[in-house]
């Protein structure tokens, strides 16, 4: 699977909000809903105070979805654990600007291992530490809350970094959101730039889960 083509809306859902007891049955939820990306958090407890699942649980999770897996890894060392995610069926990688020193590097080898890179910035980085690399991106990804933990309160300040990325990269070049996204925030990025819109909790906290991305996709409008 790949990336969808830059310029159309996608919603990505992230698993960080959903049941872990039944995950295989939550993909088929939100895929049913015609979702093309879903959103994989990988945190290892180091780079943010949190710790979710590995390649295992990928590999696991492939064999019940045909969506683009998505994975943000959220981790220290993004480096070492790239191939294993790889050969664990993910699709896209992304990875934190803020983790290491040499980023062209681990974009060139991702797109060797077959999958599409993005960088991430946190909230507190600045567009100028992505300027050189991220027109070689397949995807950028821009932090809205501090990463971690879901359900966190969106950062108006830090989605305007949007503007400036996409003007940086032009409409070839997806630029995604992450963190406080919700049918109230979504008119603001998406006026902004962004085409790819992670929800966790504004979907899996819902009972109808459908109805929750459909609230999205109207706000798109």
């Not at 310029?7 to 859902?13: D, M, N």
């Not at 945190?43 to 105070?49: E, L, Q, R, S, T």
């Not at 980023?103 to 100028?128: F, Q, R, S, Y």
């Amino acid at each position: 699977m790949r990336l969808p083509k830059a310029g159309t809306i996608e919603i990505a859902p992230s698993i960080l909000s959903a049941d872990f007891a039944k995950l295989a049955d939550e993909l088929a939820e939100i895929e049913s809903a015609g979702i093309n990306i879903v959103h994989l958090d990988v945190m290892d407890g180091h780079f943010v105070p949190n710790i979710t699942f590995g390649p295992p649980v990928v590999a696991k999770l492939r064999k019940h979805s045909k969506m683009v897996f998505d994975a943000h890894l959220m981790i220290a060392a993004p480096d070492k654990y790239a191939e294993p995610f790889v050969e664990a069926g993910v699709d896209h990688i992304t990875f934190h600007i803020e983790t290491t020193a040499e980023p062209e590097k681990l974009i060139d080898k991702l797109h060797n291992l077959g999958v599409t890179a993005g960088i991430c910035l946190n909230p507190e980085t600045p567009v100028d530490a992505i300027k050189k690399i991220a027109p070689l991106c397949d995807m950028i990804l821009v932090m809205t809350v501090h990463p971690g933990f879901g359900g966190q309160k969106f950062i108006s300040e830090a989605a305007e970094k949007i503007i400036t990325i996409r003007k940086l990269v032009g409409p070839n070049i997806r630029i995604e959101v992450d963190g406080g996204i919700d049918p109230q925030t979504t008119p603001q990025v998406v006026s902004y730039g962004a085409d790819t819109l992670v929800a966790g909790n504004a979907i899996f906290s819902k009972s109808d889960r459908i109805a929750a991305i459909n609230a999205i996709r109207n706000a798109c409008k």
